[in-house]
């Protein structure tokens, strides 16, 4: 069963920036954190969780939500077990609460939440207007 734990949120300003991190553990016997492709994905007040962007096995490979293209850099340190986010440029639009997710499905970059296995606890992000 693997565990991620999230970390990095805050309270930012309109432009600031925040880097998000995601550690995972738990991963079984046999396995590597680099056998799973991973998400970020961001659910704010009374709307449903969405897709914020997505990183392969292969760490080149990666997708982003049309909001954040060009803000925010998704990458991840597998010797490390972590997962990053970094976000620039921050709007108010972008508060919510940031989850990073797990799967070995090959269809991870369509961002449906129901295709990752695995979820952290959220870390809230709030920019301030």
């Known amino acids: 069963q693997v565990q991620l734990v999230e970390s990095g949120g805050g309270l930012v300003q309109t432009g600031g920036s925040l880097r998000l991190s995601c550690a995972a553990s738990?991963?079984?016997?046999?396995?590597?954190?680099?056998?799973?492709?991973m998400g970020w994905f961001r659910q704010a007040p009374g709307k449903e969780r969405e897709f914020v962007a997505g990183i392969g096995w292969v760490i080149t490979t990666t997708n982003y939500a049309d909001s954040v293209k060009g803000r925010f850099t998704i990458s991840r340190v597998n010797a490390k077990n972590t997962l990053y986010l970094q976000m620039s440029s921050l709007k108010p639009e972008d508060t919510a609460v940031y989850y990073c997710a797990a799967t070995q499905s090959a269809y991870y970059s369509r961002g449906r939440p129901s295709t990752y296995d695995y979820w952290g606890q959220g870390t809230q992000v709030t920019v301030s207007s």
């Open positions: 738990g991963i079984a016997s046999g396995r590597m954190f680099s056998d799973y492709a």
